[in-house]
């Protein structure tokens, strides 16, 4: 069974226990939203410290500028993530789920709401809806509790986590819609569709939303949506967090988290972008250092100098009038940057830039050199 | 194993005023926006005295020392 292309509503709830972790765990589901984190520890962990006041966050605010799966997701299928977010409040003993969908999310908004709707009560009594902010890091785990007890979108230091101390002070379960969707089939089938959403974006023939099986090469993938629409120069794997990979060696991957990160890549939330080969990848990558460091929740100095510094550095190197010592100073702020802020953000943007900076050595050094040449 | 002490610093609360670089510069240099970089691992036992003036001269309170099991 699989995910976009089954009946959404599968009538009752199947009855499920703690066991059910044991089954989550031995599946190897990981989470969808990003960070491919183990969803059986996410659960198992919540589970161990709820005292029947665990909350249930379901996570559709897709901040990913290219992302879309999860709109279609939230879209197609709205009772099967409802059956995830019941599901995991069975187990986890929670009395409280939230729905924290992007503001701009509109459609998947009403058609979660729509679902919700044809729920029975007492379940449905026990969801209520909170508005993701359209930012980057609003559906960072963190964030997400922060817009929900506080209304600002903003990281928090952790520890303490979600799962120890999350919205109202109770252990919660901050869990991507995709997750819970596969999470919710294993309940019902007893084993995991084995697929995953992608979003297709840039040089491909039909951008948009496909479902693959796990293991299935970005090649085949990508030949299965109708090709490439022009022949790429390079693929961003993993969305703006994620990697630029050379097109010989992206064609060849296969899309598992595991044999991913056994690489040092990974599938992020998803989103397989390529880079048009008539595209420039030195402004393309200065555009997105851009919107990232926009995109700083200004709480952290060198998440927030930093990646401005990084951005601008970018900028300048792309318009060709940077000093000979532009790209050093790039490799050695990233270096200085990593590591140092209370969430992600900072890490991710420079991951990033570090696989642009190998993958288009040759476009940076080139455009760095235009002023040197212009002086000389 | 043995009791050690970490620098920890709160990265939200960091203002970047620099004091505790300015005492313990063998641990902590600045980035080149004026927020400390801390060398990794534990104090050695001979600056803990600095190490503890840092924390305490902090005009926002955002270093802390933490005492940390650390293998040797």
Not at chain 1, 10 to 38: Q, T
Not at chain 1, 177 to 202: F, N, Y
Not at chain 1, 230 to 246: D, Q
Not at chain 1, 275 to 300: D, F, H, K, N, W
Request: a positive charge; aromatic letters at 4%.
């Amino acid at each position: 069974m699989r995910l976009l292309d089954s009946r959404d509503h599968l009538g009752e709830l199947p009855r499920v226990g703690p066991r059910f972790i044991d089954a989550l765990e031995s599946s190897g589901l990981a989470g969808r939203g990003g960070a491919g984190f183990p969803a059986g520890v996410k659960w198992r962990a919540v589970a161990q410290r709820s005292r029947g006041d665990a909350v249930i966050l379901v996570n559709g605010a897709e901040g990913e500028p290219r992302s879309k799966k999860d709109r279609v997701l939230m879209c197609a299928r709205p009772h099967l993530i409802l059956d995830g977010a019941f599901i995991a409040a069975r187990v986890l003993r929670a009395g409280r789920i939230v729905l924290y969908i992007g503001e701009r999310h509109t459609a998947a908004r009403d058609s979660m709401l729509r679902a919700l709707g044809e729920r029975p009560e007492p379940e449905r009594g026990l969801v209520s809806l909170a508005a993701a902010p359209a930012r980057y890091v609003a559906g960072a785990e963190a964030a997400a509790v922060h817009m929900v007890n506080e209304g600002l979108a903003t990281p928090t230091n952790t520890p303490p986590y979600p799962f120890e101390r999350g919205v109202d002070g109770a252990p919660t379960l901050v869990q991507n819609v995709e997750t819970l969707a596969h999470a919710a089939l294993l309940a019902r089938t007893g084993s995991i569709p084995g697929t995953m959403l992608l979003t297709l974006a840039g040089a491909a023939a039909r951008p948009g939303v496909v479902e693959v099986d796990e293991g299935t090469t970005i090649g085949e993938a990508i030949q299965r949506a109708g090709g490439v629409a022009e022949t790429p120069r390079a693929v961003l794997l993993g969305g703006y967090f994620g990697s630029w990979v050379e097109p010989e060696r992206a064609w060849k991957l296969q899309l598992d988290h595991r044999s991913l990160r056994d690489q040092d890549l990974g599938l992020g939330c998803g989103v397989i972008g390529l880079l048009p080969a008539r595209g420039c990848p030195v402004c393309e990558t200065a555009g997105i250092m851009r919107y990232l460091a926009t995109e700083s929740s200004a709480q952290c100095g060198p998440c927030f100098f930093g990646l401005r510094a990084l951005a601008d550095a970018c900028t300048r190197i792309a318009e060709g009038g940077a000093d000979p010592d532009a790209l050093r100073r790039l490799h050695r702020w990233s270096a200085d940057v990593r590591g140092r802020g209370a969430c992600k953000h900072p890490d991710g943007a420079v991951i990033f830039l570090s696989s642009a900076l190998t993958v288009f050595a040759r476009e940076f050094a080139e455009h760095a050199s235009h002023l040197a040449r212009r002086i000389a | 194993m043995s009791r050690a002490h970490g620098l920890v610093v709160d990265r939200i609360k960091c203002d970047g005023r620099g004091l505790c670089a300015e005492l313990l510069p063998e641990l902590i240099r600045l980035d080149d926006w004026g927020y400390p970089i801390l060398a990794p691992g534990a104090v050695p036992q001979h600056l803990l005295p600095l190490a503890q003036r840092a924390v305490e001269e902090c005009p926002v309170l955002a270093i802390a020392l933490r005492r940390t099991e650390h293998r040797r």
